[in-house]
């Protein structure tokens, strides 16, 4: 059997700096340290093979009890606070003992930080020697520290940057309490997994403890950098919140998960965005981590928090794996960024890659997993690998290997970890996770994609797994989504009208979920349908969505066929208030609607001068009608009109358009209209002193609040306009009679203008 540290599980990366920034305080030396029964650390003189005793530090000062026999290394059992010296050895090594030639007193290099999570992290950077002598057979010390007395701490890692013989080993005993722990054997591999990479191991759970010894055993060699990291995570231990956290149904149910912020997470440091998401998930790498099985279900946060704050001193920007289990099943939420989503992990250099990284919180290398731990390992891969359409009895191919798609780190790795006991469990593992699948609904999503081609269609690979929304699921593939629901069927949503729709908020807008895929209006042009509405695209305008009475008016005029063409805009509040009105643009014109009008389109010239004069902001209000033929006597069609709440405009090509609106409009339309002897407009209203007046194509009609509305025309009009109509003469007061004996009159406020073919105009002055 291998031991119970191994190179570290993850949290191994390029160009690590072992020693934690020297600004950070240094721990004080202990006043008063417990006694130790370290195997009696020497050091070997620099220019001889002589070994010497240095002068005793602080950590000397205070007398220990007589050495006695230390118990052997033990790889698989709890600390025990009273060892005893007939403890059994692991295989690869005898005991350590207390009978080396000399004392050695050592005053480590300390430094401390407090992570933002509250687990305070300490580093101690071990000297390194050449040779010495310890009863190991064939072995000899080349590193050693031991802290009798430091602040308490409840988690061990071991890191080192170099060690020129592979078959170098580690011990390493805590101090608690009562007693020290039996020699606890760390395995080491002895080599970078690539160049420039940091030896390590994980961190382990040790349990609340005050000291701690290490010693490093060689047969040949040395090793460099070695630096040992003691983790507290005593004062920020919470109960777990597993009652809080539901599973969530969908095509697989995700199970609950304790996320960041109930574990007690702190935020990611400076993560590089770049890097933050992988394309997919092909596969799951497991790791275990370290030390005793043990612990209490209420420690299980604080090692979590404990190992995020390992890997930040390491400098990794976050937590390495991506979602963590306990060994009572519960499962966390890892590294920041999205539980759904294919979030970058930290945890097998060069398979971490487009993989989910999962880490169960047991020693894999000393006893066999609990169930309830492989069961939440099965759950959340379950979730994760089926949601995203990955078959977990198959075979995937990474960096040209070909692998299980759930696998273990040792299968790509020069490590130990996921450990031989975690390991021998994956395949029953596989078959959980694929019974779990297998018993959910079939995921519609996933046929419709499988039938496209899969990761080789247009929508490609997941990206975001599958999950619930509105009644229905949806998945977030990387060129598009796919849809379900039970009153739709399933229906891929892609390119611009896919992302315009999610941006509308997908299924839960006011589309809802699409009734179809993309159709082929023109050769440039395509819509898609959904529940209320319509989104429809060209190159040249992009992607808007047309929905409710707006759609309604424009499918009923021809939609895209018709003189509107496709949409340019979405629709656009008037006065910034929707329920008021509102409006949409089209490239050749626009739909107007209002609760209390109804939807109406304008276009050409008329809605020209509708937007030219404020629009429904206007007295003219929101338009009431489609626009109207005006037809002459003979039927012929000479122009157009559309009637608005407070007005009406005109058009014909020899005028152009004008609003008419108030008393003038009563008047003209009384009278006849364009149809008239007055034809169309040909101005807006013109203001004088005490009214205003119109032109028309045959006349003009004058209004004043006194007078009303009344035409004038023809010759009578001619002379009252260019003898200075209202000035001279004030406002008509009647419109044109006929005279006894021929010819017509009209009186003013001033005058009667009377009009005879023979005599023309006279003016008779009141």
Known sequence: MRTLFRRACGATVAGLALVLASALPAIADPASPPPSTSPNPVVADSDSDTVTTPTPSVADETPAPSPETPAAPVAAEPIDPAPSASDSAPEQAAPLTSSAPATRAISPYIEAATNANGASVTSVDVPAVTQSSVAVPGQE??????????????????????????????????????????????????????????????????????????????????????????????????????????????????????????????????????????????????????????????????????????????????????????????????????????????????????TVGIAVLVNGNTEAPPASALEGLAQILAWKLGNNYRDPLGEVTLNEVDLPVIFSHSQVRDTYCAGEFLDAQLSNVRNRVSDIISSSDRSEIEENWQNIGSDMSFLGSPYQ????????????????????????????????????????????????????????????????????????????????????????????????????????????????????????????????????????????????????DQGPQSYLGYPVSE????????????????????????????????????????????????????????????????????????????????????PTHGAIGIVYRDNGGPGNYGFPTSAEVPRLGGGVSQNFENATLSWTESGGVRVTMH
Not at 153 to 167: E, L
Not at 526 to 543: H, L, S
Not at 660 to 668: A, D, S
Request: hydrophobic share 35%.
């Open 141 to 354: 010390t080349i590193a050693q520290v031991s802290v009798p007395d430091i602040a308490s701490f409840t988690m061990v890692a071991v890191n080192w940057a170099q060690a020129s013989d592979p078959d170098t080993q580690l011990w390493v005993r805590v101090y608690q309490g009562s007693g020290w722990s039996p020699w606890i054997s760390y395995a080491t591999t002895g080599k970078a997994e690539i160049s420039g990479v940091t030896n390590g191991t994980e961190a382990g759970w040790v349990g609340s403890s005050t000291g701690i010894e290490v010693e490093v055993v060689s047969a040949t060699g040395s090793v460099q950098g070695f630096t040992v990291t003691l983790i507290d995570t005593s004062a920020t231990a919470r109960t777990r919140l597993v009652d809080d956290h539901k599973a969530v149904e969908g095509y697989v149910d995700q199970p609950p998960i304790t996320m960041r912020s109930d574990w007690g997470a702190s935020a990611p440091a400076d993560c590089d965005p770049a890097q933050a998401y992988d394309a997919t998930v092909w596969g799951a790498v497991v790791h275990d981590t370290a030390g005793f099985n043990s612990y209490a279900a209420e420690d299980a946060p604080g090692i979590v928090r404990g190992l995020q704050a390992y890997h930040q001193s390491l400098g990794l920007c976050d937590i390495a794996y991506n979602f963590l289990v306990d060994r009572f099943g519960t499962i966390y939420e890892g590294r920041a960024g999205g539980i759904a989503l294919p979030v970058h992990g930290y945890h097998a250099i060069d398979w971490d890659l487009d």
């Open 465 to 612: 797994l599958e999950q619930p929304i509105g009644d229905g699921h949806y998945t977030i593939f990387a060129n598009g989504y796919g849809f379900w629901s039970p009153s739709t069927d399933t229906y891929p949503a892609w390119g611009t009208i896919g992302d315009i729709y999610m941006g509308l908020g997908g299924p839960t807008s006011f589309l809802g979920f699409p009734t179809s895929s993309e159709i082929t209006t023109t050769a440039d042009g395509v819509f898609q349908t959904f529940v209320n509405g319509r989104i429809y695209w060209t190159a040249n305008t992009g992607a808007y969505s047309v929905h409710g009475a707006i759609l309604q008016t424009y499918v009923s005029l021809g939609s895209t066929a018709s003189f509107l063409g496709y949409p340019t805009s979405q629709e656009i509040a008037v006065n910034g208030n929707s329920d008021e009105g509102v409006y949409q643009q089209f490239e050749g014109g626009r739909i107007y609607w209002s609760p209390s009008t109804g939807s109406y389109r304008l276009h050409g010239a008329i809605g020209t001068t509708y937007e030219a």
């Open 627 to 710: 626009e109207v033929p005006v037809r002459d006597g003979a039927r012929n069609m000479i122009g157009v009109h559309q009637d608005f709440q407070g007005g009406r405009i005109y058009w014909s090509d020899e005028t152009g358009a004008h609003h008419i609106h108030g008393g003038i409009l009563v008047r003209y339309l009384a009278l006849g209209g364009a149809p008239s002897y007055l034809g169309f407009p040909t101005t807006e209203e013109i203001a004088t002193d005490k009214g205003v007046y119109q032109e028309f194509a045959g006349g003009r009609i004058y209004w004043s609040e006194d007078t009303a509305a009344q």
